[in-house]
């Protein structure tokens, strides 16, 4: 167990919904960070929080958006969902915003029908 | 950007050392290699990672060559459940803090 919560772990919705997706870093962390995993794509880095402020972007869609709140919990939205935003969404969290070690979460499997 | 190359699969029987090897050529002095697994679906898990020296915990060994441009994680004695995907990233002290996965190591113990 990382001590990092995502929920829901699982959501199945329809195109053209939206979803968010929650995340609870590791007690005393400070970063979070979002990745996305799909068959064809691999783990791929989304976007990072670091203390409420936006640190870094990845391959970031548009259509999803992030945040992270004063008690640290991160959400993650996906708008407009197209079928091939089915994937495996990841959150990671580490003390600081730069080198320390991320420790990831259990994810939550997004199915698009 | 792939920075590293690890072979596709590996095969370990059950009880014994497994040895993943990881070429890094490009590896720049400030980087650290960093080595996660991810079994099934789960999320990717932290085993390990080093700058220069090796290194050990209670989950593996790291040994990092001379010259920095590979290095080979070990599970010194495999079990059933390590079996998983084991990817070697290399990532600098400073700068860009996202992890780069690549393809990884798929390693199956035999029992």
């Known amino acids: 167990d990382s001590g990092v919560t995502q929920t829901p772990k699982h959501l199945i919705t329809a195109t053209g919904q939206r979803v968010t997706l929650r995340c609870s870093p590791r007690?005393?962390?400070?970063?979070v960070y979002w990745y996305q995993q799909s068959l064809d794509q691999g783990l791929q880095f989304l976007i990072q929080y670091y203390n409420g402020e936006e640190r870094a972007k990845g391959n970031i869609l548009e259509r999803f958006s992030a945040q992270q709140f004063p008690d640290l919990h991160s959400e993650l939205n996906l708008s407009s969902l197209e079928l091939g935003d089915s994937a495996l969404y990841f959150c990671?969290?580490?003390?600081?915003?730069?080198?320390?070690?991320?420790?990831f979460g259990p994810g939550t499997r997004l199915l698009v029908l | 950007d792939a920075k590293t190359t690890q072979p596709p699969s590996m095969d370990c029987a059950e009880g014994r050392a497994a040895n993943l090897p990881c070429n890094h050529s490009t590896i720049s002095g400030n980087e650290y290699v960093y080595w996660y697994r991810q079994i099934h679906s789960q999320g990717p898990q932290y085993i390990i990672h080093g700058l220069k020296n090796n290194e050990t915990n209670e989950m593996a060994s790291l040994i990092i060559t001379e010259d920095r441009k590979s290095s080979t994680l070990i599970l010194p004695h495999a079990t059933l459940r390590d079996t998983a995907v084991y990817y070697c990233i290399v990532r600098p002290q400073t700068g860009a803090n996202n992890l780069f996965f690549g393809t990884g190591t798929r390693l199956t113990v035999i029992p």
């Open positions: 007690s005393g962390d400070l970063s």
């Open positions: 990671a969290s580490s003390v600081g915003g730069v080198t320390e070690t991320q420790y």
